[in-house]
Each structure stands twice: as C-alpha cells, then as structure tokens.
Antibody, heavy 119, light 111 residues
Framework: EVQLVESGGGLVQPGGSLRLSCAASGFTVSSNYMSWVRQAPGKGLEWVSVIYSGGSTYYADSVKGRFTISRDNSKNTLYLQMNSLRAEDTAVYYC?????????????WGQGTLVTVSS | QSALTQPASVSGSPGQSITISCTGTSSDVGGYNYVSWYQQHPGKAPKLMIYEVSNRPSGVPDRFSGSKSGNTASLTISGLQAEDEADYYCSSYTSSSTHYVFGTGTKVTVL
C-alpha cells in the first residue's frame, strides 16, 4: 500500500529555517516524480517544488532560492529544506507522488504538516 | 506563472449536473493534455479525480468526467450527490520554468 507521511512542521520565526520530511512506503521515491504542494490557511493549493526521477529539480517563483527539495534513496524519504522563511510561507505542506501511469498528476498525497512562520 | 482561473463557487441540487471550468493559456492547459482535477474535503488531503484531461483513476465514480477545448478544461459532475460537496482544483503541466500550476479552486455546494 502506498503511504506518504510528512513530519517536521512547526512554529518558526521569520528568517528562520525548517526541514520537512516525507517518508514513503509501498513504492520507491527515486523512481517517481515527487512534489511538495502547500495550502495557506483558508486558501487554495499552490505547487511548490518537484524532483524528477533523474534528479532535476524545479521551484515555484515564490520559493526559488530559499527552498531546496531533495531525497534520500536509502531512507526512501523526500525532503524540503526551507530557509529565510516569511509569514507568507505559513501553510499546510503536502508531499505528493506523481504516479508512474500519469506522471503529470499527483495520485497519492500525505496528510500534510503545518508550518507557521510568526514572531 | 499565474494560477489557472476557476469560478469561486458552483452549486446544484442532488441529481443535477454541474460543470466547473478551468481557464489557462496555450503554455499550460491549451498546450498539453496534462490537466488534472482534485477533490478536497475540509481538513483532508486532495484526492485525484481526473488525470490527463479525461481519465478517471480506479475507484472514482463515472459521474465525474473531464474534457478540454482550447485553453479551457472542464470537470462535469453528473447526478450530483451530497458527498460531492467539496473544493475542486484543476492543475496543469506548464512549459514555464515552474512546470506545474494549480487552479484557483471552486467550492461546490449541493443544495
């Protein structure tokens, strides 16, 4: 069974850093496209970042230069390193898998982890 | 990369059909058959309902269907049911450097 479990969210001050983790089971992270998607309180979904199976990475303009997506193949885990955090980064962060049958769609999602940026 | 445009809300009575539009550009919706639709109930993670414009994942009722014409994609829910009340988001692959974009979201209300 495919499962994605995020962790690492919490309260952080503006300018601070946080690393989110997404532990996967039931499939191999490195063989799939994996993304982070966020949702600010009461707002819509915003795509954040993707890491392709070949290792290429891409970012939304709003986080480029501040966030870094990576994976640990030995732990089958996806990460999002978030630096220089701003109040507008406050959101629930979801990791999502782009399924092998439809690599431009997100077929499995984690439960989300809340990041709050506030002093 | 701007978000794809969706109506803020759509409503219908049980048994009726409703359609949600998703308007983009030739760089995203119009340029690729990579439009997806997601359903999100309050406090829950999104669920994939349609992929590649018109394909339904296993387990999604055939009341849900997708289509595309030019730069606008559509999700139709036929035979509306109470459990269909949720937020719906479209997404598309885009040729911009960001690669993915979501729609603004539509709240579906079952009257």
């Amino acid at each position: 069974e495919v499962q994605l479990v995020e962790s690492g969210g919490g309260l952080v001050q503006p300018g601070g850093s946080l690393r989110l983790s997404c532990a996967a089971s039931g499939f191999t992270v490195s063989s799939n496209y994996m993304s982070w998607v966020r949702q600010a309180p009461g707002k819509g979904l915003e795509w954040v970042s993707v890491i392709y199976s070949g290792g290429s990475t891409y970012y939304a303009d709003s986080v480029k230069g501040r966030f870094t997506i990576s994976r640990d193949n030995s732990k089958n885990t996806l990460y999002l390193q978030m630096n220089s955090l701003r109040a507008e980064d406050t959101a629930v962060y979801y990791c999502a898998r782009a399924g092998p049958a439809a690599p431009r769609s997100f077929d499995y999602w984690g439960q989300g982890t809340l990041v709050t940026v506030s002093s | 990369q701007s978000a794809l445009t969706q109506p803020a809300s759509v409503s219908g009575s049980p048994g009726q059909s409703i359609t949600i539009s998703c308007t983009g550009t030739s760089s995203d919706v119009g340029g690729y058959n990579y439009v997806s639709w997601y359903q999100q109930h309050p406090g829950k993670a999104p669920k994939l309902m349609i992929y590649e414009v018109s394909n339904r994942p296993s387990g999604v009722p055939d009341r849900f269907s997708g289509s595309k014409s030019g730069n606008t994609a559509s999700l139709t829910i036929s035979g509306l049911q109470a459990e269909d009340e949720a937020d719906y988001y479209c997404s598309s692959y885009t040729s911009s450097s960001t690669h993915y974009v979501f729609g603004t979201g539509t709240k579906v209300t079952v009257l």
